[in-house]
């Protein structure tokens, strides 16, 4: 009975610390990828290996289809679609180096003579794990490329938004992790004045809850509009973007969005506002975190337009388009990344916002497939589902372990019975 739980408790605990410390990566971006268990089944396999390389491999191998199992299964339910084929069996080959370099790393009782060879191999055996684990499926499946890309377009933006720069005044030019991105894709031009734009080169333009404009400026944006530009207007009417500076300092964004006369010239009337904060998913599958989003009623037919109609409402001016969210929060990076040193890295967005905004400006949207997990309540039946399976596995593997190995190391069974041999005669 105490050698049965014991048994258990290899199979158990190991593969529930793993899940554990993976899953805690996976809620943070949100996105059900196997590749956030990498580095805990890689550390604590290779302890795994060590401590039950006398238990023999069949023992190991099930510890570490255990942990691998468990962290798919989990990543299958919350996500409703199988994970990523590449990190699924880069996990699962990275569990079998893992382990077998621990186990290896285990001397045999009085073979001092194969330890050598033995090291050598569980060396080797680690430095493949650590080269899968620099440049294998734990790199992101579709990176953002960090050089930007030959014949960019240009891009104009006009934004009381602090995208360029510390709105302290400290540091000098600073770019937002969002417009680190749109120069992936575009040549960026910021203006103060959009009188600016019947000279620009520019053909697209990203206008983020500008400040008070003249008649004269929103004229002019009407104009290059109709003669052929594409504008993605932001116009949020409660903007929670933080700022450390005190309300009523002019370097503050404004509040609310002061584009309503020219919204309303281009026949978008407001008539609600969803104060809550909220991940709309698109149709085809993109996930775009919104907060205090207005809905406009636009069109002959005088329909709402807001989240769940594709997000943004687009609309033909001219030889000209517009496009119109009534938000612009999401391009906040708090929205939209979780770790704001890494914004080229699509693993750490917790909302596909980048890409839809590329998709938005360009007609081309950044590759790459996140598969975000469900809600919170599917999430939370997918962590039962998979500790369920796993303590399923570890009784079955108890059970069928239930006779006692002799303590073995993996690999030397027949060195240890060749010095038994020799002792005996």
């Given at each position: 009975m105490k050698a049965g739980l014991k048994r258990f408790l290899w199979l158990w605990l190991v593969p529930l610390a793993i899940f554990i410390a993976g899953l805690w990566r996976a809620l943070l971006t949100g996105q059900a990828d196997p590749w956030d268990w990498g580095v805990p089944a890689a550390v604590l396999l290779a302890g795994a290996g060590f401590l039950l390389a006398r238990r023999g491999w069949a023992m190991l191998c099930s510890v570490a289809l255990g942990s691998v199992g468990t962290a798919l299964i989990f990543c299958t339910l919350a996500a409703g679609r199988a994970?990523?084929?590449?990190?699924?069996?880069?996990?699962?080959?990275?569990?079998?180096?893992?382990?077998?370099?621990?186990?290896?790393?285990?001397?045999?009782?009085?073979?001092?003579?194969?330890?050598?060879?033995?090291?050598?191999?569980?060396?080797?055996?680690?430095?493949?794990?650590?080269?899968?684990?620099?440049?294998?499926?734990?790199?992101?499946?579709?990176?953002?490329?960090?050089?930007?890309?030959?014949?960019?377009?240009?891009?104009?933006?006009?934004?009381?938004?602090?995208?360029?720069?510390?709105?302290?005044?400290?540091?000098?030019?600073?770019?937002?992790?969002?417009?680190?991105?749109?120069?992936?894709?575009?040549?960026?031009?910021?203006?103060?004045?959009?009188?600016?734009?019947?000279?620009?080169?520019?053909?697209?333009?990203?206008?983020?809850?500008?400040?008070?404009?003249?008649?004269?400026?929103?004229?002019?944006?009407?104009?290059?509009?109709?003669?052929?530009?594409?504008?993605?207007?932001?116009?949020?009417?409660?903007?929670?973007?933080?700022?450390?500076?005190?309300?009523?300092?002019?370097?503050?964004?404004?509040?609310?969005?002061?584009?309503?006369?020219?919204?309303?010239?281009?026949?978008?009337?407001?008539?609600?506002?969803?104060a809550a904060e909220m991940r709309e998913r698109t149709p085809d599958g993109y996930v775009v975190t919104l907060s205090g989003v207005q809905l406009f009623r636009s069109g002959p037919d005088g329909r709402i337009v807001g989240p769940g109609d594709w997000i943004v409402n687009r609309k033909k001016m001219g030889?000209?388009?517009?496009?119109?969210?009534?938000?612009?929060?999401?391009?906040?990076?708090?929205?939209?990344?979780?770790?704001?040193?890494?914004?080229?890295?699509?693993?750490?967005?917790?909302?596909?916002?980048?890409?839809?905004?590329?998709?938005?400006?360009?007609?081309?949207?950044?590759?790459?497939?996140?598969r975000w997990m469900q809600e919170a309540r599917g999430v939370a039946q997918a962590v039962g589902r998979a500790l369920f399976a796993g303590m399923i596995w570890a009784i079955v593997g108890a059970t069928l372990f239930r006779r006692e190995r002799p303590e073995v190391s993996p690999g030397t069974k027949r060195e240890y019975g060749d010095m038994k041999d020799n002792k005996s005669g």
């Open positions: 994970p990523d084929p590449g990190a699924a069996m880069g996990l699962s080959l990275l569990a079998m180096l893992a382990g077998s370099a621990g186990a290896l790393l285990r001397p045999p009782p009085s073979a001092s003579r194969f330890l050598s060879k033995r090291a050598g191999t569980s060396i080797m055996l680690l430095l493949l794990a650590a080269l899968l684990l620099w440049r294998g499926p734990a790199q992101p499946v579709h990176p953002v490329p960090a050089n930007p890309v030959p014949d960019r377009p240009d891009l104009a933006v006009i934004t009381g938004l602090p995208l360029f720069w510390d709105e302290m005044g400290k540091g000098g030019p600073r770019d937002a992790p969002i417009i680190s991105i749109l120069r992936t894709r575009f040549t960026i031009i910021p203006m103060d004045d959009p009188l600016q734009l019947k000279t620009s080169p520019a053909r697209r333009l990203l206008l983020a809850q500008p400040r008070a404009l003249a008649p004269a400026q929103l004229v002019a944006i009407d104009q290059w509009v109709r003669d052929g530009g594409t504008a993605l207007v932001l116009a949020d009417p409660l903007l929670r973007w933080p700022s450390d500076l005190p309300l009523g300092d002019r370097r503050r964004a404004p509040s609310v969005s002061l584009l309503q006369p020219l919204l309303t010239h281009w026949g978008f009337r407001p008539v609600d506002i969803k030889r000209g388009e517009v496009l119109l969210l009534g938000d612009a929060d999401p391009i906040d990076d708090r929205l939209w990344l979780a770790d704001p040193a890494y914004p080229l890295d699509p693993r750490y967005w917790v909302a596909d916002t980048p890409a839809r905004v590329v998709h938005w400006l360009d007609g081309a949207p950044i590759p790459g497939e996140r």
